[in-house]
């Protein structure tokens, strides 16, 4: 049974950085595409960055130049750098992943496996 739990979300003020941590248990990290959304209250859940096993990374637009997912296979953790924040990147983040090597457009439907969620609020 696939299990994946995040961490490192809080509290920052606009312009600071964080690191978010996804840790797998049942699955291993650098074999199939896996990702980061997050979702705002009202609004739906959207893709911020997605990684194929041999290293191709997607982000959305508006995080591009600012976020960073890598995977430490070593670890076995997906982890999403967070800099130069922004009031409009809180949202709660979620972690997922597939059994497939392909991230696609890294739509939501792709994936099959979901963290419970960390919140991140950033303040102005």
Not at 59 to 69: D, E, L, M, P, Q
Not at 75 to 88: A, G, T, V
Request: one cysteine or more; a neutral charge.
């Amino acid at each position: 049974q696939v299990q994946l739990v995040e961490s490192g979300g809080g509290s920052v003020q606009a312009g600071g950085s964080l690191r978010l941590s996804c840790a797998a248990s049942g699955y291993t990290y650098g074999r199939f595409c896996v990702g980061w959304f997050r979702q705002s209250p009202g609004k739906e859940r959207e893709g911020v960055a997605s990684i194929t096993p041999d290293g191709l990374t997607t982000y959305a637009v508006s995080v591009r130049g600012r976020f960073t997912i890598s995977q430490d296979t070593a670890r076995n953790i997906l982890s999403l750098q967070m800099n130069n924040l922004k009031s409009e990147d809180s949202a709660v983040y979620f972690c997922a992943s597939r059994t497939g090597f392909n991230c696609y457009d890294g739509s939501e439907g792709y994936f099959e496996h979901w963290g419970q969620g960390t919140q991140v609020t950033v303040s102005s």
